[in-house]
């Protein structure tokens, strides 16, 4: 089964940076639109930040001008660089992938906790 692979996860204190990878395995392929969910204890899992092929992005709104987005195609790599990270941004970040084909894969998710 194939599976993404992120990185980058922690523990910060407020206002603190991390930044999140996501590497896709070669044999993924036409890979449309990738993007960063989470999910804190409790809640649901929500979308964070997503972007297509070409390069445009969306964020939720609780992220706008903290968190970026970006990809590097030719190493079916995402990126999620943290910025003035809040307790409220604690949860598990998983990685999402989907192709032109109407396939999904997910990562495993790595743990982020922004304490003091």
């Known amino acids: 089964q194939v599976q993404l692979v992120e990185s980058g996860g922690g523990l910060v204190q407020p206002g603190e940076s991390l930044r999140l990878s996501c590497a896709a395995p070669?044999?993924?392929?036409?890979?449309?639109?990738m993007g960063w969910y989470r999910q804190a204890p409790g809640k649901q899992r929500e979308l964070v930040a997503a972007i297509i092929s070409g390069g445009s992005a969306n964020y939720v709104d609780s992220v706008k001008g903290r968190f970026t987005i970006s990809r590097d195609n030719a190493k079916n790599t995402l990126y999620l660089q943290m910025n003035s990270l809040k307790p409220e941004d604690t949860a598990v970040y998983y990685c999402?992938?989907?192709?032109?084909?109407?396939?999904?894969?997910w990562g495993q998710g790595t743990q982020v906790t922004v304490s003091s």
């Open positions: 070669g044999r993924i392929f036409g890979i449309n639109v």
């Open positions: 999402n992938v989907k192709t032109y084909y109407s396939e999904s894969y």
